[in-house]
């Protein structure tokens, strides 16, 4: 995935065409221009693009006053993260994106502290196996089983809200569905942040938002989704979980930005929930790219101010009080 992972400079007092440019119209620029130094140069290994998302996203300092300590319980692998002063009988278990492809704790532990603080829980911030090497259903079993963990640590499944944004929120919905087929207690809630939801790639969104969305196309989801399926059919559930029965499922708050390719994935989810009888809160951030609380360190106003929203509705579902 050419330009998947580079460092992020920008001035927000720059200006264009005479005008001071908004904090993501110079993101946009910026991404568009490092792309095109990209491409003059060899196409980086799916390695390369790893350890250089993790390098990137990894340097980001996560939220204050925050205790991580690394998990490594036989195939659960990840960290526990706990914010000064969190509820700790409260827990969000996250999944991070990446295409299924790279993607980290490490390269996400900025973001997800930030949640966590925002919250006030303690966070388990997940690693999980990642394609090509492990295709469908490696990832879903590691979820479980981080699932599996955190339920041991002595978390309710009412005391759980599970999350996780791009690749991270496909996973989180059918993680969902596997604890459901497998009747056993659900969480409380779920968050997704601009969740990649349909494998297909059929949303129409592909194609209205294509010029405004400068990292995402659905060229590149499809290699991803190749990828990942392996054998599989990319319309199981579990690939897809937009495809699947939703009645019944724990309430969702999802956010997504209005200029993202995969805007459709969490408008149509939205709209078969309520459909199914859900509780379903959409918020659709007006001019945003995917995924960009994880850029708040370039988008800072936009960026902390979905990850303090994203916050609040955790604590409110997880009854932490917001007075802290």
Known sequence: ???SSFAMSIDPK?????????EIAAFKRRWLEQLSELAAGPIPTVEQQRAAFDAEHGAVPPAEDCVIE????????????????????????????????FGSALSHRHLVSRIASAAGVVAYNMDYALAPENPYPAALD????????VVGEGFSPDDIVVGGESAGGNLTLALVLKLRQRGLALPTGIYLLSPWLDLTQSGESYDIC?????????DVLQGLADSYCGSAPPANPLISPLFAELAGLPPMFVQAGSDEVLLCDSTRLAHRFALAGGDVTLRVWPEMVHAWPLFQQAIPVAGNAAITEAGHWIANRLSVGLDR
């Open 14 to 22: 720059s200006k264009a065409f005479g005008r001071p440019e908004s």
């Open 70 to 101: 690394r998990i490594d319980h036989g195939n659960v692998r990840g960290e526990r993260i706990v914010p000064a002063g969190a509820d700790t009988g409260k827990a969000l278990l996250y999944h991070h994106g990446g295409g299924y492809a």
């Open 1 to 3: 995935m050419r330009g």
């Open 142 to 149: 590691d979820a479980t089983n981080a699932w599996q963990f």
């Open 210 to 218: 294509a010029s405004r969305d400068p990292m995402v196309s659905r």
